[in-house]
């Protein structure tokens, strides 16, 4: 008997992967955890049966959810970071020796304990003496925060389910509030190729330029989520991702990246012109 993973990616279209072995099955408070393992993928985590990770493609979306807003600006020292369960986001950051705190705020304590059980490779750096970790709701978390932060990271499911409330103009809002003079706000942006996502990206685009002097998108090649086309929001008060970035700066520190280098980190603000069309209309709503 074979077992498949099988995600729908639109009405039309779906995507699967021959699976070896179900390692975690759980519905928690606020949705249905499932941890699976492949032969092409290595281990995966989904939840509500959407395409959260895999061992073999994880590094492409932590590199760049990380890396392109610390390499603009350097002396990030204070992180908060909302989602993120899956600890790969905080395993990157921690990296950096000059940066102090994480904050990571995460709503569902299930996905973060099986992932450091089952998915050690992504969950590793959780316990560093640098993360606090806190099991709430990010959108109000992030409600009395005032200029405590240099970066944000968003690193959200889709909006819906428990992501839906970080796709709002309150928490973008207060997103700004909680940030420094010199704060950067980076979210995963949906993909833009699908309909149904391509209407999430535009109603973030449109909240985040509403708020912030300086924004942009960029992107990169996931295999296993939809369409392997997959759009980051980049936002700050002050620095801009191109001008602003040193890249003899970042190389100097000496991370070794597998994704992500500083050649990418200019080319991933050239977007496909349909999706500039797509963002010009989110503007024009």
């Not at 509500?48 to 807003?69: A, N, Q």
């Amino acid at each position: 008997m074979e077992l498949w993973y099988t995600e729908e990616h639109s009405e039309n279209t779906r995507f699967s992967i021959r699976v070896d072995k179900q390692l975690f099955s759980e519905q928690s408070e606020f949705q249905r955890v499932d941890i699976f393992e492949a032969k092409e993928f290595g281990r995966f985590l989904t939840l509500d049966g959407l395409m959260m990770l895999t061992e073999k493609d994880e590094f492409i979306y932590h590199d760049m959810i990380v890396h392109v807003p610390i390499a603009t600006n350097p002396n990030i020292k204070n992180v908060l970071v909302i989602g993120a369960g899956d600890g790969g986001t905080v395993r990157e950051l921690t990296r950096y020796a000059t940066v102090e705190h994480i904050d990571m705020v995460e709503i569902d304590k299930m996905v973060v304990d099986s992932c450091m059980k089952y998915l050690p490779q992504t969950a590793c750096k959780l316990t560093d003496p640098r993360v606090s970790l806190y099991f709430e709701d990010g959108l109000k978390f992030v409600r009395d925060k005032v200029g405590k932060y240099d970066l944000i990271i968003v690193d959200s499911t889709d909006p819906f389910g428990p992501g839906e409330g970080l796709f709002t103009k309150e928490f973008y809002g207060n997103c700004y509030k909680a940030l420094t003079e010199e704060g950067i706000l980076v979210n995963q942006h949906e993909c833009p190729y699908y309909e149904s996502y391509a209407r999430s990206m535009k109603r973030a685009h449109k909240r985040i330029r509403e708020l912030f002097p300086i924004t942009c998108v960029y992107q990169a090649h996931i295999p296993t989520y939809p369409s392997g086309h997959w759009l980051f929001g980049f936002a700050s008060k002050k620095f801009d991702p191109i001008n602003d970035f040193d890249a003899k700066r970042w190389e100097a520190i000496g991370l070794k990246t597998k994704y992500y280098n500083t050649e990418l980190h200019k080319g991933c603000f050239a977007i496909p012109t349909y999706v500039k069309d797509l963002l010009a209309e989110a503007d024009d709503e």
